[in-house]
Structures are given as structure tokens and as C-alpha cells.
């Protein structure tokens, strides 16, 4: 167990809908990851947070987007989904270096 | 930014034979690591180099950084079923960022 906990564990929808993905980071840890894993594409790193403020942006669609609240927990939000959309979606903390996994999320568009 | 490439992406192996994969980049890298994600599990961190020529060791596996700092390998003795899964190499920018990792080598055992 990472520490890192995500909900849900799986989420079927259609496309066209948004859908909200939730992670809380390991106790004390300020940064948070957003990766996508599909099996084309591998681990594509998403966006970061770092203490509640974007810190980097990676290859995230316009139609994603996320956010990191005051208790340092991030959300994940997936509009006008598309069958493409279909992946696992990992986030991640870390305190410093090492980068701790959630069980991630698997996204399955219809 | 760095980029770092494992090929091939599957290998298979008799139980009980050594494995061997490797992580090579076109630029030097200031850092490599290795993580390991399980079928149906999460990626979990194994092990970080940063210096020219680094050895590390965790029981049956054996990590090192090339001198010039742009190809790592892991190598695994006596492969047994429970080393099965993806094991990926990874390049951080600096502490607290991203990582950019590599394809992934998916490793099988046959027992």
C-alpha cells in the first residue's frame, strides 16, 4: 500500500460526459502527478501540483483539466469524453524524488 | 526534454535463467529510475541512480548506471515467477517534478 488512495477504482461512461477523478496524496506529501497509461501510449505524465498550485503541464488534452484543494487532495476532470479517453489513470505523490502510485483509475468510455 | 527508450517491450524467460534490460537516452541523464508495476497493479519506485558507473543491489536484482550517464540496465539472476510485470525506466527533471518514462519492458516467466 503506497498511501496514495484513488476513487473510483473503475468508472464506465459514454461518450460525451465528464466524469471527476479523485486522489489523496500520501500524509505530508505536497506534490501530486497526474499520468495516463494506455497500452499504445505507455505512462504519459499529465499535469503536477505542487502545495495547491500548477506546477507543470504535460500532454493534457484541453477538455482535461485538474485541480489540488487546501487539504492537498487533486481532481481529475475528463469532459466531452471520447472512446480514446479509455485508459488507466494513475495519480501519484511524492517528497521529493521517489513518486509513490495510486491503485489508479480505469476509465472505460462507450 | 530527456527522453529515455527500452526495447524490446516483452521478453520471455525460463524460470531459473538470468534477465537482463537496459535504458538508453541520446542525452546525458542526471538521474535514472526504475519502477516495477505488477499485471493489474500500480507502478512501485525500486531504486534511483545518479552518479557515473552506480551499482545498486536489491537481493536478485542489480541496477547500474552506464559511465556516461546515458543507458542504465537491470539485471535480474535467477528469474523466478515473482519477478513477472513491467518494469520501467524513469528521468526526473529535479526533485518534485515529473517523470518521463520509458515504454517499459513486460517481462514473462515461464515456471
Known amino acids: ?39 499504445d501510449q505507455g505512462l504519459q505524465f499529465l499535469i503536477q501540483y505542487y502545495n495547491g498550485e500548477e506546477r507543470a503541464k504535460g500532454n493534457i488534452l484541453e477538455r482535461f483539466s485538474a ?8 481532481e481529475l476532470n475528463l469532459s466531452s469524453l471520447e472512446l480514446g479517453d479509455s485508459a488507466l489513470y494513475f495519480c501519484a505523490s511524492s517528497d521529493g524524488w521517489t513518486q509513490y502510485f495510486g491503485p489508479g483509475t480505469r476509465l472505460l468510455v462507450l | 526534454g530527456q527522453q529515455v527508450m527500452q526495447i524490446p517491450q516483452y521478453q520471455h524467460v525460463q524460470e ?7 535504458c538508453n537516452s541520446s542525452t546525458t541523464l542526471s538521474n535514472i529510475q526504475w519502477y516495477k508495476q505488477r499485471p493489474g497493479g500500480h507502478p512501485v519506485f525500486l531504486i534511483q541512480l545518479v552518479k557515473s558507473g552506480e551499482v545498486k543491489k536489491q537481493k536478485r ?5 552506464g559511465e556516461a550517464k546515458k543507458n542504465s540496465s ?38
Open chain 2, 16 to 22: 531459473g535463467e538470468d534477465f537482463t534490460t537496459y
Open chain 1, 67 to 74: 485541480q489540488q484543494f487546501p487539504d492537498l487532495h487533486s
Open chain 2, 61 to 65: 536484482l542489480t541496477f547500474q548506471f
Open chain 2, 74 to 111: 537491470l539485471h535480474i539472476t535467477a528469474t523466478q515467477t515473482t519477478d513477472v510485470g513491467t518494469y520501467f525506466c524513469a528521468v526526473a527533471t529535479g526533485a518534485n517534478s515529473k517523470l518521463t518514462f520509458g515504454k517499459g519492458i513486460t517481462l514473462s516467466v515461464r515456471p
Open chain 1, 1 to 39: 500500500d503506497s498511501g496514495v488512495t484513488q476513487t473510483p477504482k473503475h468508472l464506465i461512461t459514454a461518450t460525451g460526459q465528464r466524469v471527476t477523478l479523485r486522489c489523496s496524496p500520501r500524509s505530508g506529501d505536497l506534490s501530486v502527478y497526474w499520468y495516463q497509461q494506455s497500452l
